[in-house]
């Protein structure tokens, strides 16, 4: 099966700065790669997705990359500010026929970002 | 409803209680997913759901565990005999038809969870 692989666990940063959060995966047919934010106590929100045939997409301050080769995807969080402060989670997914396929998860990295 | 609605949000089980969570997804929604999310982890796969066929249960930890979804929409997960480390967040998702919207063609969208503690 797939395994996902998030670093790091904790990460803080002072506001403004960047951050970045690193995933590896292990199944070479997984094919789609979102990134969600969780808040405590709430639900895990998709923040931004980006599929194999893609290397690299962005949607304001955030961008994600994609390796396929290297089986890699990472995180780009630009111009931090204390509302990124969060649980981020990596995942993986494939479609494996018959209507099945889902989402293996990391284990996520706690960002704070420092006003 | 604008989103995976999950009902109860907290619930507290003596160990060996049988527990029963309820997942109404988003209308239109083929797809039903369920979670764990123990503290402090990610989210694992439990068993999913494509209308009313349950197409991959490979998730579900022991025989204890089982979920159905009877008439394609609603679903609900089901505990017998809860023990102590049961005690975690059960996440519904859904997602819509693959190819439907394409865009988002396997997107899925997580409910608020159901919070078990076994006691």
């Known amino acids: 099966g797939e395994n996902v692989e998030q670093h790091p666990s904790t990460l803080s940063v002072q506001e403004g700065d960047s951050a970045v959060i690193k995933c590896t995966y292990s199944?070479?047919?997984?094919?789609?790669f979102p990134w969600y934010k969780q808040e405590l106590g709430k639900r895990p929100q998709l923040i931004i997705d980006?599929?194999?045939?893609?290397g690299e997409k962005k949607d304001q301050r955030i961008a994600v990359t994609l390796n396929k080769t290297a089986k890699h995807f990472s995180l780009h969080i630009t111009e931090t500010q204390p509302e990124d402060s969060a649980v981020y989670f990596c995942?993986?997914?494939?479609?494996?026929?018959?209507?099945?396929?889902?989402?293996?998860f990391g284990k996520g990295t706690k960002l704070s970002v420092i006003p | 409803g604008a989103g995976v609605s999950q009902s109860p949000r907290y619930k507290v089980a003596k160990r060996g209680q049988d527990v029963a969570l309820r997942c109404d997804p988003i209308?239109?929604?083929?797809?039903l997913f369920w979670y764990q999310q123990a503290l402090g982890q990610g989210p694992e796969f439990l068993t999913y759901?494509?209308?009313?066929?349950?197409?991959?249960k490979s998730g579900l930890p022991s025989d204890r565990f089982f979920a159905e979804r009877p008439e394609g929409s609603v679903s609900t997960l089901k505990i017998q005999r809860t023990q102590q480390e049961d005690s975690a967040v059960y996440l519904c998702?859904?997602?819509?038809?693959?190819?439907?919207?394409?865009?988002?063609?396997?997107?899925?969208?997580f409910g608020e969870g159901s919070w078990l503690t076994v006691v």
């Open positions: 199944d070479s047919a997984s094919n789609y």
């Open positions: 995942a993986a997914s494939r479609y494996s026929g018959a209507g099945s396929y889902q989402l293996t």
């Open positions: 759901f494509q209308n009313e066929a349950q197409l991959d």
């Open positions: 980006i599929r194999s045939n893609v």
């Open positions: 209308s239109g929604h083929v797809s």
């Open positions: 998702a859904s997602s819509p038809p693959i190819g439907g919207t394409a865009a988002r063609g396997n997107t899925i969208y």
